[in-house]
């Protein structure tokens, strides 16, 4: 999950791009190929974490410094 949401925010890729996205635990499941469930508890763990915040429909990056060390890690 860390690995695909970062991917959004790559600087290289997307750059100027905002750090808050409009999409669904369910849409995201979908991209990372996970279950809804799945992602629901990942993204939890990165809002632990300090990477991201949840909101309605919303997950904006904190720290994307924080989000790409986690992608790393797994």
Same mark, same amino acid.
């Given at each position: ?9 790559? !600087? ?21 190929? +996970? ?12 809002? !632990? ?11 904006? +990056? ?13």
């Amino acid at each position: 999950m860390a690995y695909s949401l970062s991917g959004l925010f790559n !600087d290289a890729l997307f750059p100027n791009t905002a750090r808050r996205i409009t999409l669904s635990q369910e849409e995201l499941g979908r991209l990372s190929g +996970v279950s809804r469930q799945v992602a629901n508890r990942a993204l939890q763990e990165l809002q !632990d974490r300090g990477a991201i915040r949840l909101g309605y429909g919303s997950i904006e +990056v904190i720290d994307l410094k924080v989000l790409q060390a986690i992608a790393r890690e797994g």
